[in-house]
């Protein structure tokens, strides 16, 4: 991604590092929160604009490249076949849209998204259910039964298609501008009152059931007795004080960029739910973005992996050379226009649980303890919303909204316990 692209838009509120900033050396506060990336940045502001006084710690640069933050994109939607999902996700693009307003930051570049593939055997379940969902909650769409009619609606599309493919397409989705996201609610914390600390990799050294709670970073001694934990890939390191440990995997993901003709063919927002496929039935999946991020080059990833850790200090932060083939095969055979070598590809990391769902609840035994984890690629699009959730949590230990299927005791989550 070009730089100029990544601070497009930008106004004299999304630049807040260029302030000066006396940072503390010690001392207490209402909330402290643990991770800078987007959803710590969201906490931090919530708290502050609820008049509270809050500390965020990261232990790199924020939008750092090391985690499950960096980069210019993701996707939002609604359509989710879990309906509570799609209430949820309703729910965050009214907060992006006050965001948006607050900051005067354009964050989200609406674009339909196009759902297709296999009808029955999808990570979000039977596609036809998921068009029922979306008539249930009166959400638009536009359905495309049959195959014919996927190419009548997107001549991207090159022939040779399966024959049993369907597709189901929201209008009201968007690109994220992840970057502006999270210079915006940066500035937004920042001139909320909040205390923004990068470069501070912290621990807790001491523990309680309620609090008050140290911790220590370069920076010094911090006490509280509220803590927000959104910690990522580095999620059982910060747990080990609490005798806590997850069942976490860490997947790093390979990202790349292809030239296509834009010229001749308009790329929409889509993701390809293929069949299961060889030895380990893994199923096909693919998504990709339109052309926006780099002149002529459309974005696109595999939503599955080779490269699979239990701890952050094992990832390589290289692409993975299988996944950049699978990916070029794929786009030759499945779109016009597009090369089959990429121009650049990256990684980021997604968080998984083992039932793939987030979890974003307070931590057992430790009632003014929320914490955020297992984003699972998924997590981004949800930022004000889960920001606001983690500082209710905190505070009051209650939340009005639907999180219970987040929660941290369900089955297979917690492998240690004190």
């Known amino acids: 991604m070009s730089a100029e692209n990544s601070r497009a838009g930008a106004g004299p509120e999304e630049s807040p590092r260029n302030q000066v900033i006396a940072q503390p050396s010690g001392g207490d506060f209402d909330v402290i929160i643990l991770g800078g990336g987007t959803i710590g940045m969201a906490a931090a502001y919530y708290a502050a604009a609820r008049g509270l006084k809050a500390l965020l710690l990261e232990q790199y640069d924020f939008a750092n490249r090391f985690a499950s933050s960096c980069g210019a994109s993701r996707m939002f939607r609604v359509m989710y076949s879990p309906e509570f999902m799609g209430r949820l996700a309703e729910t965050t693009l009214g907060l992006w849209k006050e965001i ?12 339909p998204l196009l759902f297709y593939g296999d009808a029955e055997s999808t990570v979000e379940g039977n596609l036809g259910e998921l068009k029922t969902i979306m008539a249930t909650l009166g959400v638009p769409y536009s359905w495309y039964p049959t195959v014919a009619d996927l190419m009548q609606g997107f001549p991207v599309f090159r022939k040779g298609m399966p024959t049993d493919y369907v597709g189901v397409a929201q209008p009201n989705s968007a690109v994220i501008r992840a970057d502006r996201s999270i210079l915006a609610f940066e500035s937004l914390a920042r001139k909320a009152g909040a205390v923004l600390m990068n470069d501070q990799p912290a621990a807790i050294t001491t523990i309680s059931t309620e609090g008050p709670y140290r911790v220590s970073c370069p920076a010094g001694d911090f006490f509280t007795r509220r803590l927000i934990l959104c910690p990522g890939a580095w999620t059982n390191k910060v747990l080990q ?178």
């Open 100 to 111: 948006e307003a607050a900051s005067r930051v354009e964050i989200l570049l609406q674009q």
């Open 241 to 418: 004080p609490f005798d806590i440990q997850l069942d976490l995997k860490i997947w790093q993901m390979t990202v790349a960029y292809f030239q296509a003709d834009v010229s001749h063919y308009n790329y929409p927002l889509w993701y390809e739910f293929g069949p299961p496929v060889g030895p380990n039935a893994q199923q096909q999946l693919f998504y990709g973005f339109p052309p926006d991020e780099a002149p002529g080059q459309i974005k696109v990833s595999a939503d599955f992996t080779n490269n699979i850790y239990t701890d952050p200090e094992e990832c390589t932060y290289r692409p993975d050379p299988k996944i950049i083939s699978a990916l070029g095969t794929f786009l030759t055979n499945r779109f016009n226009g597009v090369a089959a070598q990429p121009a650049q590809a990256s990684t980021c990391l997604y968080t998984m649980t083992s039932d793939a769902q987030m979890i974003l609840d307070r931590l057992p035994g430790h009632p003014n303890v929320s914490i955020f984890t297992g984003g699972s690629g998924r997590g981004f699009k949800f930022t004000p919303l889960f920001g606001r959730i983690l500082v209710e949590l905190a505070m009051t230990g209650n939340s009005g909204y639907a999180i219970s299927p987040f929660s941290i005791t369900r089955r297979g989550i917690i492998t240690k316990h004190p």
